[in-house]
């Protein structure tokens, strides 16, 4: 079934440990995203990036970084993780022919940082 | 600050009657949104969208309304079903941004039977 894999699904981390979340589309769309979830703050913008080999700073940039090696894989690391980092991490992916293309979700990886 | 509010954190309503699900945003530009659907431990499914040009969007069940001067949108789900019981967030969009969507906080939704 086409679509978007996480992994893992969750995780424990000790703080000031380095993680990578892994994130795989099978749907050939150019652009991909990670996203934040946190208790009454919705969902909130870490990377994107617009297609193979580029990648952009999203809202909550700080303390993550991206890779864009190939169209298919968009892994996000956490260098050294700290406690405010624990959330829910979606990763999302678009066709990114247009502007308004529907982003479709990965089903999220759950990470506490202790 | 956040610029998509959605300022009631749940809401629950008897199948069959209409749900209305509201929120608000600051941001002028913003010229596209959507709703996301939500289920635990599954990631955002997109469920309907509008644009500014637009005031209202119909998809079956579901219903947009986009009322601009203000800056207020809301979805009507009517009926509504026990299955339409999920976290919906809006989500707002600047045409030509990179695609960045701004998200709203969400409403869980509980539909009683």
């Known amino acids: 079934i086409a679509g978007i894999t996480q992994a893992p699904t969750s995780q424990i981390l000790a703080a000031g440990r380095r993680m990578t979340l892994r994130c795989t589309q099978d749907m050939r769309h150019n652009a991909m995203y990670w996203y934040r979830q946190d208790l009454g703050l919705g969902l909130r913008l870490i990377h994107y990036?617009?297609?193979?080999?580029?990648?952009g700073k999203g809202e909550v940039p700080d303390g993550y970084s991206v890779s864009r090696a190939n169209t298919d894989d968009f892994p996000l690391t956490l260098a050294s993780a700290v406690p405010s980092q624990t959330s829910v991490y979606f990763c999302a992916s678009s066709e990114g022919g247009g502007s308004r293309d529907t982003q479709y979700f990965g089903p999220g990886t759950r990470l506490t940082v202790l | 600050d956040q610029q998509v509010k959605q300022n009631s954190p749940s809401l629950s309503v008897q199948e069959g009657r209409i749900s209305i699900l509201n929120c608000d945003y600051t941001?002028?530009?913003?010229?596209?949104f959507l709703w996301y659907k939500k289920y635990p431990a599954e990631g955002p499914t997109f469920l309907i969208s509008i644009s500014s040009i637009k005031d209202k969007n119909e998809d079956g069940r579901f219903t947009v309304f986009l009322n601009k001067s203000a800056k207020h949108l809301s979805l009507h789900i009517v009926p509504s079903q026990p299955g339409d019981s999920a976290v919906y967030f809006c989500a707002a969009f600047i045409s030509g941004s990179a695609r960045q969507l701004t998200f709203g906080s969400g409403t869980q939704l509980t539909v009683l039977p």
């Open positions: 941001n002028s530009m913003f010229d596209y």
């Open positions: 990036s617009n297609t193979a080999g580029t990648t």
